[in-house]
């Protein structure tokens, strides 16, 4: 949808980080496709840019980080994400896992708490042709009702518990991925709303986030 007629040098060391995300048991064709595609490299700060494709957080500023490639990979493949679905992501950060999406998906609405950096995403997306996501600059453990629901949401930041606002903006059958813990470790907890309502919850793995900050997350320190 944007980034897949990019020609670079990276082109290799993408096709290896497509590797290493399947060498971490990510299957969906679609999904190892968008990580082929997008070029990591254009999110990141040039002084770290040379370390893109290691499959590894980094800095992007601000306290914030862009999350190790095979963890977004594995957002995305547990959720499942159908082209029609509306997907909302808390956290833009980057803005990397919101391209990923936006190659599976027709519409993504994206919240980052950190203005500097929803700036920074959105000129670096512009740039690279995508033309099918809405950022905003706000508290994103509220969501973003105007649009809900939302068959997916994501959140890339830990919450002290699962925020009842983005449960109330998913669709019926509508899933919901998010850390939960404390600020050192999480779970991170998929919350599936039933047609009927009901909500069932799993742990798909432990990983560490930064701080969701906000009204239904930490208080800023």
Same mark, same amino acid.
């Given at each position: 949808?944007?980034? &897949?007629?990019?020609?670079?040098?990276?082109?290799?060391?993408?096709?290896?980080?497509?590797?290493?995300?399947?060498?971490? &048991?990510?299957?969906?064709?679609? %999904?190892?496709?968008?990580?082929?595609? %997008?070029?990591?490299?254009?999110?990141?700060?040039?002084?770290?840019?040379?370390?893109?494709?290691?499959?590894?957080?980094?800095?992007?500023?601000?306290?914030?980080?862009?999350?190790?490639?095979?963890?977004?990979?594995?957002?995305?493949?547990?959720?499942?994400?159908?082209?029609?679905?509306?997907?909302?992501?808390?956290?833009?950060?980057?803005?990397?896992? @919101?391209?990923?999406?936006?190659?599976?998906? #027709?519409?993504?609405?994206?919240?980052?708490?950190?203005?500097?950096?929803?700036?920074?995403?959105?000129? @670096?997306?512009? #740039?690279?042709?995508?033309?099918?996501?809405?950022?905003?600059? &706000?508290?994103?453990?509220?969501?973003?009702?105007?649009?809900?629901?939302?068959?997916?949401?994501?959140?890339?930041?830990?919450?002290?518990?699962?925020?009842?606002?983005?449960?109330?903006?998913?669709?019926?059958?509508?899933?919901?991925?998010?850390?939960?813990?404390?600020?050192?470790?999480?779970?991170?907890?998929? %919350?599936?709303?039933?047609?009927?309502?009901?909500? #069932?919850?799993? @742990?798909?793995?432990?990983?560490?986030?930064?701080?969701?900050?906000?009204?239904?997350?930490?208080?800023?320190?």
């Amino acid at each position: 949808m944007g980034a &897949g007629d990019l020609r670079d040098r990276y082109q290799r060391q993408r096709l290896q980080l497509v590797d290493v995300v399947r060498d971490q &048991g990510i299957e969906d064709m679609d %999904v190892l496709r968008a990580v082929a595609e %997008v070029p990591r490299h254009r999110f990141v700060p040039e002084s770290v840019r040379h370390r893109a494709y290691e499959d590894r957080a980094l800095p992007i500023g601000f306290g914030q980080t862009i999350s190790q490639p095979s963890l977004q990979a594995l957002y995305l493949d547990t959720l499942r994400l159908a082209p029609s679905d509306a997907v909302l992501e808390v956290g833009t950060g980057s803005g990397y896992q @919101t391209a990923l999406i936006a190659e599976l998906v #027709e519409r993504v609405y994206s919240i980052e708490r950190v203005r500097e950096l929803a700036e920074r995403a959105r000129a @670096t997306l512009d #740039e690279l042709g995508y033309g099918n996501i809405a950022i905003m600059t &706000g508290d994103g453990s509220v969501g973003w009702s105007r649009y809900a629901p939302y068959d997916a949401i994501l959140v890339a930041a830990a919450s002290p518990s699962v925020p009842q606002a983005l449960v109330d903006q998913l669709a019926p059958g509508g899933k919901l991925l998010v850390p939960v813990g404390d600020r050192v470790m999480q779970d991170l907890m998929l %919350v599936h709303k039933r047609e009927s309502g009901e909500l #069932e919850e799993r @742990t798909i793995t432990q990983c560490v986030f930064v701080p969701l900050v906000g009204r239904y997350g930490w208080r800023e320190s």
